[in-house]
């Protein structure tokens, strides 16, 4: 019954949200997140704990302040997937302003394939759309298996009438078709700041001990793809702007795991930098932290 019910309102959200006026919708979204702030549910009190690690001499009164911004943060994330299907690809053009574009330019044009790995600041989806639309380039990337199945059916519906193509991360066959994609020249987008499986390798993050996904340092290791790392951050609606780093190289010397631990780590420093420029945008609502995840009884 709760998979169905968090299916439909999807659906509600997705049918009629982007049949709102945006006005209407951006102050929707701004209503259910100050709603859900206010209920200091656990969803919010993980945000405040994870921004504490962010802004360590931030108080209650600040904590408080950045949490609120970050459920309008995320709320206005979705309010714009919810619409993102409407949007023209010059309006993302005007409304998406990504810094040092020229690094993937510059590495498709070179023929060689390029990894962009992200981690879950601002939207997106939209920063997806505007590689599609705005550079008319066409890209793969990875969606976890959601339940039920007809949600999972709808995120991936969702994304490829948006230009995606979309693996599921589970069945194994991912990496290969990453790989193979990447090897033709191709594009690869992946959500990278947060694995909590035994395969995701260990990296200081603010300080402290979490587990970032392998796959990103190891495609580009086997490919010999260009990985990217990309920050983005909200500026007034609807301008979303976005940074793209110079690119993390492969180590000359090392075993292969100790070349994927140093790129990995790379790229959780560049995150760390967007993040901490912009933590209101930072939409991380779960455990992440090794030290948080040992709270919960085995």
């Given at each position: 019954m709760r998979e169905r019910l968090t299916d439909g309102l999807y659906g509600l959200g997705w049918s009629?949200?982007?049949?709102?006026?945006?006005?209407?919708?951006?102050?929707?979204?701004?209503?259910?997140?100050?709603i859900a702030w206010k209920r200091r549910?656990?969803?919010?009190?993980?945000?405040?704990?994870?921004?504490?690690?962010?802004?360590?001499?931030?108080?209650?009164?600040?904590?408080?302040?950045?949490?609120?911004?970050?459920?309008?943060s995320y709320m206005r994330y979705w309010m714009e997937s919810f619409r993102l299907p409407t949007w023209s690809a010059e309006r993302v053009t005007d409304n998406v302003q990504i810094k040092d574009s020229h690094y993937l330019t510059?590495?498709?044009?070179?023929?060689?394939?390029?990894?962009?790995?992200l981690p879950h600041l601002a939207n997106w989806d939209l920063a997806g759309v505007w590689v599609t639309r705005s550079l008319g380039v066409p890209f793969t990337t990875v969606a976890e298996r959601l339940k039920p199945e007809t949600l999972y059916d709808r995120f991936v519906a969702y994304r490829?009438?948006?230009?995606?193509?979309?693996?599921?991360?589970?069945?194994g066959s991912a990496f290969g078709t990453l790989a193979r994609r990447l090897r033709s020249g191709g594009l690869v987008c992946l959500v990278a700041d947060r694995d909590l499986s035994a395969s995701g390798v260990e990296v200081k993050y603010f300080g402290e001990s979490a587990r970032m996904p392998a796959g990103p340092a190891m495609l580009a290791q086997q490919t010999g793809a260009l990985l990217l790392p990309v920050t983005l951050w909200y500026d007034e609606a609807p301008l979303m702007r976005g940074q793209i780093h110079p690119p993390v190289e492969v180590p000359e010397t090392g075993t292969k795991d100790e070349k994927t631990s140093l790129m990995t780590q790379a790229l959780a420093d560049a995150y760390a930098t967007g993040i901490a420029e912009h933590p209101e945008d930072w939409h991380m609502l779960q455990r992440l932290w090794l030290a948080d995840l040992e709270e919960r009884p085995l």
């Open positions: 009629t949200v982007k049949k709102l006026p945006e006005p209407a919708a951006a102050a929707l979204g701004r209503t259910i997140a100050d549910g656990k969803s919010v009190l993980r945000l405040e704990s994870n921004l504490a690690r962010v802004v360590p001499d931030a108080g209650p009164e600040r904590l408080a302040e950045l949490s609120k911004a970050g459920m309008r510059d590495g498709l044009a070179s023929g060689r394939g390029v990894i962009l790995a490829e009438s948006l230009g995606m193509e979309v693996l599921p991360h589970t069945g």
